[in-house]
């Protein structure tokens, strides 16, 4: 009977010092998604930050948002550095309200609720996606740049 005990002690164990490695966790782009954690993080990182990025809640919450399309992962380790979740992320475009329209070699795309705007995305031309981005980028910089102290 103790041999039974202490067999069941050693899988307990195991089972909790092995790594969390679910299926993938699929993210669209611009979206976010909750991941818990079955233990408090340490370390946390991300496979191709172009893909996707990470923000920490607390020790055991993560936020992990879909930047650009692919795949690549997202590595927990604890705070003694042993790996408590290896996922997968894959980060892939949202069909819901959206419009592809393919005109000869040109792509364009709209999103479309309740009416149907222009959404320029990466695959598009350059000139039209940077068109499009401009005026998102520049209004962040003032953004940035009025929230520095006066003398920087």
Known sequence: MRRI?????????????????????PIRIDQAARVSLTGTARDVIIGN?????????????????????????????????RTILDRQIVVSSSDDGRVT????????NYSCA???ERTPMPGESDTAY?????PYTSAAARATGAARPQGE
């Open 49 to 81: 930050p172009a893909v996707a990025d990470v923000t920490v809640i607390d020790g055991r919450n993560l936020i992990v948002t879909g930047k650009g399309y692919g795949i690549t992962n997202l590595l927990v380790l604890d705070g003694r550095g």
């Open 114 to 116: 309740p009416r149907c």
């Open 130 to 134: 940077q068109e499009s981005s401009g």
């Open 101 to 108: 329209m393919y005109r000869g070699p040109g792509l364009f």
């Open 5 to 25: 005990l202490s067999l069941v002690a050693v899988l307990t164990t195991l089972a909790t010092a092995l790594p969390a490695t679910a299926q993938s966790l």
